[in-house]
């Protein structure tokens, strides 16, 4: 059974902060992985995909990857207020497998 | 911006009435899929598709439901016998290659009374 696990919060970050969120993946065999923003009622929409380990950079986000630890990160740097939302991370093993989405941690970006 | 449309947005059905939710997916992807999200939980794959044939199913997406491409843009999942815990925001989704971000559609709310 694929798990990826978040801290689902909520965490609360003062407005021009950096915000850090974690996740963990169970399938070592996991190849893609993607972090997306969902606002209440809303649909999931992508912000940020990695596939190496390392730091992947994007405007404000920052996407980290350690697969020895099965480790996703992402990092909202000068965080705004529209950045709450709650953030899903989705790990995809290969193939045309589905994406195994973690519960998700809720942000609030305190003005 | 190409997007994945989904109709409609919200359908209520009558316990034990088939449902159709309908897809289009980006014009120049070649994998869609399905996802569902109970009210509170987290979101769950049901299929993927590619190449007119399912490429991976879970362990939801049993005998009850069912998709099909049935022409050039659009593509369905159809539910058939709907039961009151098939109530839920089912996602469509698309990507260009597998392993590629896949973008989703903004969902159809379905509720079954």
């Known amino acids: 059974q694929k798990e990826v696990e978040q801290n689902s919060g909520p965490l609360s970050v003062p407005e021009g902060a950096i915000a850090s969120l974690n996740c963990t993946y169970s399938?070592?065999?996991?190849?893609?992985f993607f972090w997306y923003r969902q606002y209440s009622g809303k649909s999931p929409e992508l912000i940020m995909s990695?596939?190496?380990?390392g730091d992947k950079e994007d405007g404000r986000f920052t996407a980290q990857l350690n697969k020895a630890s099965q480790y996703v990160s992402l990092l909202i740097r000068d965080s705004q207020p529209s950045d709450s939302a709650t953030y899903l991370c989705?790990?995809?093993?290969?193939?045309?497998?589905?994406?195994?989405f973690g519960k998700g941690t809720h942000l609030i970006i305190q003005p | 911006e190409p997007e994945v449309t989904q109709t409609p947005s919200h359908q209520v059905t009558q316990m034990g009435q088939e449902v159709i939710l309908r897809c289009v997916p980006i014009s120049n992807h070649l994998y869609f899929y399905w996802y569902r999200q109970i009210l509170g939980q987290k979101v769950e794959f049901l299929v993927s598709f590619y190449n007119n044939e399912i490429s991976e199913k879970s362990e939801i997406f049993d005998d009850q439901f069912s998709v099909e491409r049935p022409d050039g843009s659009n593509f369905t999942l159809k539910i058939r016998s709907t039961k009151l815990e098939d109530s839920a925001m089912y996602f469509c989704a698309s990507s260009r290659q597998s392993n590629q971000p896949q973008h989703f559609g903004d969902g159809t709310r379905l509720s079954i009374l």
């Open positions: 990695i596939y190496s380990n």
């Open positions: 989705a790990v995809e093993g290969g193939g045309a497998d589905g994406l195994t």
């Open positions: 399938d070592r065999g996991s190849q893609s």
